[in-house]
C-alpha cells in the first residue's frame, strides 16, 4: 500500500511538474505569436498557433492523467481500508470461534449468572453490616445519653438508688385488693406513712 501511494505521488508531481511547463510554454508562444502577428508575418504565425493548438492538447491531457492518478489513488485507500476491514472481521470470527470452543454458550451463561448472584450477595451483605453498624451507633449513643443523664443527677445529688430502696415495697406491705380492706389496722397505716414521709 505504500509503495503504491509513493508511485501515484511520484506520478503525480511529475504530471504536475510538465503542466507547470508547459502553462511556462504557452505564454511564450502566445507572446511570440502576438509580436510576429504585429510584425505581418503570417506564416510563421500560422505555425506558432499550430504549436500553441498542440501544446494546449497535451496540457488538458495532463490534467486529464492527474485527475485520473488521484482518482486511483483514492480507490487504492478505499480497496486498501475494505481489505483492512475484511482482515479484522476475519479475525474477530476466528477469535469467537474459538472463544466458542473453549466456552461454550451454556457455560458462559452459568459463571454470568453465577456473577449476578455473587454481586447480588456482597449487596445484600454490605446493607446488613451497614445497618448492624448503624444499630450499634444507636446504641453507643442511648448508653452515652444515659451516662449523661446519671452525671447530671449525681451533680444535684440525686441518687436514685439509694431514693428507691427506702421507697416502701407497695407491693408487699398493701394487700391485693380483692382481700378485704379490714385487715390493715391502724398500725399498718402509720407505718406506711411514716416510710413514706422519710
Known amino acids: 500500500m505504500r509503495s503504491n501511494e509513493r508511485a501515484l505521488r511520484q506520478t503525480n508531481r511529475k504530471i504536475a511538474g510538465d503542466c507547470r511547463s508547459l502553462e511556462r510554454k504557452e505564454k511564450e508562444l502566445e507572446l511570440e505569436i502576438k509580436k510576429l502577428a504585429k510584425q505581418g508575418h503570417k506564416e510563421t504565425c500560422n505555425i506558432l498557433v499550430k504549436e500553441l493548438l498542440q501544446l494546449r492538447?497535451?496540457?488538458?491531457?495532463?490534467?486529464?492523467?492527474?485527475?485520473?492518478?488521484?482518482?486511483?489513488?483514492?480507490?487504492?485507500?478505499?480497496?486498501?481500508?475494505?481489505?483492512?476491514?475484511?482482515?479484522?472481521?476475519?479475525?474477530?470470527?476466528?477469535?469467537?470461534?474459538?472463544?466458542?470452543?473453549?466456552?461454550?454458550?451454556?457455560?458462559?451463561?452459568?459463571n454470568f449468572y453465577e456473577f449476578i448472584e455473587t454481586q447480588e450477595r456482597f449487596v445484600t451483605d454490605d446493607m446488613v453490616s451497614n445497618a448492624f453498624d448503624a444499630m450499634l451507633e444507636e446504641s453507643d449513643d442511648d448508653e452515652e445519653q444515659a451516662a449523661i443523664i446519671r452525671q447530671v443527677l449525681n451533680e444535684i445529688d440525686i441518687d436514685l438508688n439509694a431514693k428507691l430502696s427506702k421507697a416502701p415495697q407497695i407491693c408487699s406491705s398493701i394487700a391485693p385488693a380483692n382481700e378485704p380492706s379490714n385487715k390493715l389496722g391502724d398500725a399498718d397505716l402509720d407505718k406506711l406513712l411514716s416510710e413514706l414521709k422519710s
Open 57 to 110: 492538447k497535451q496540457k488538458a491531457k495532463n490534467l486529464n492523467m492527474s485527475a485520473h492518478m488521484n482518482a486511483v489513488s483514492a480507490k487504492t485507500r478505499e480497496m486498501y481500508s475494505i481489505g483492512q476491514m475484511a482482515n479484522a472481521v476475519g479475525k474477530t470470527a476466528n477469535v469467537m470461534k474459538k472463544i466458542n470452543k473453549q466456552l461454550p454458550a451454556e457455560k458462559f451463561a452459568k
